[in-house]
């Protein structure tokens, strides 16, 4: 490839050529353009709905190392997950945040034995440094024990793992490879792509308006999801050697359930375990399920019969019944897992499968992976892809893992100071949402916050400290379109805001909105 293909440059003209073309707009295709972008390659990204509106993010939102995979021997997985951690917590400290997990011994079940070995390893195999290592808790006496049913859970372990905002994760790794001169189109389906020797035509159809591009690429990959089989067979007309399994999980958020900032790994009868996580200050978070999945992705909804489930799951431990009439919210997503020919869905494998097609134009597919280790099957994906990307992009090898995501160019133990710095800046914000802000944009919280002197200077509130001035900062800066994808992905003020409020700012922002001219 001669650096004369190597172009950049943020939009597209009619027919232009692109040294790659990428398709879906998840974790693993945001990821990806990133990673191909930051290597000189000149990148193009379409989204047939908002970032991040399918999987991304309906996940457990953990950065994990996956403890249970090291049951099923998945140690070469579970070792990238834990090496990423820390990795992505360097990256991303805005977003990304230690959590320690609590794992209460359940008799019957799994043995202490094997708990502890399954934690030993967990602790050695991804060359932990910042993160504090296991220890053993008596229940009887830590504050962990008091919400768990008395005298039936005496023992437990502790161990470390991360959160994640994923759908804002998924955004951030678009507006860096947007800066870096990604080509991003959201609402833009794929229909149709014609392969050639040498390069891909690809037409793309604007969801909203219709409106067509047609673009060339060198390199295809298709980072489709869920829809991964479906790009395939009917979009580019070519048929997989790999199979993709549909695993649906579901999750359900009730009102807090205990003080502590802890979360629980619970076991269950059945060889599935659940977490129960603190979320959004005034919440538990608590999933996920595992069921093979045959319909359409994008109408997946938590079943009845899955948050019976995971009631039932959750009331084995808590002394507090968890009941379903307590379900404030529930969300489900449709993990597109590498069919490995497992009998359960909670078996199959999350490790990922990369199947290269050369011929002619390479079209690389990507089946599987989960959202801790997105950022290693993006590297895996342009060395796969090494003959064709040129020696320049080569060279740049793992150069993601050195560069800070928009908002987050700050030491990992830097967040207090960073709310510290806001709150003195903007003495009348108010403290929840000045540590929202700062959770959610990290630095670039100024960029909403501007000169502004005081709240009505961000223009109208919507409800939940949600100004005029962060609707259009989403807008602006992270393709936000309508309501949902500022209240469920940007954030998860949706906990928080009304049915009528959610329609105001609906209301609002299709006032604002001008359609994106290809």
Known sequence: MEQS??????????????????????????????DAVGRGLSVYLCEQGDLASGTSSAATKLIHGGLRYLEYFEFRLVREALMEREVLWRMAPHIVWPLRFVLPYHKGLRPAWMLRLGLFLYDHLGGRKLLPPTRTLD?????????????????????????????????????DARERGATIRTRTRAIAAERGANAWQVTTENCRNGQRETIRARILVNAAGPWVDHVLALTLGRQTRAEVRLVQGSHIVVPKLFDHGRCYIFQNADKRIIFAIPYEHDFTLIGTTDLDYHGDPSKVAASREEIDYLCAAASEYFAQAVEPQNVVWSYSGVRPLYDDGASAAQATTRDYVLELDEAGAPLLSVFGGKITTYRRLALHVLEKLGQHIGAQARGRHDWSAGQPLPGGDFPVQGFEQLVADLARDYPWLETLQCRRLARAYGTRARRILGPAKEKTALGRDFGAGLSEAEVLYLMREEWAEEAADVVWRRSKLGLRLTGDQIKALDVFMAERRTVQSP
């Open 5 to 34: 293909d190597i172009e950049q440059s943020a939009e597209a003209g009619p027919g232009r050529t692109y040294d790659l073309a990428v398709i879906g707009g998840g974790i693993n295709g945001c990821g990806i353009a990133r």
């Open 139 to 175: 229940l009887t006496r830590d504050a962990a024990g008091k919400p768990l049913k008395a005298g039936v859970y005496r023992r437990g372990f502790e161990y470390s793992d991360c959160w994640v905002e994923d759908a804002r994760l998924v955004a951030l790794n678009a507006s």
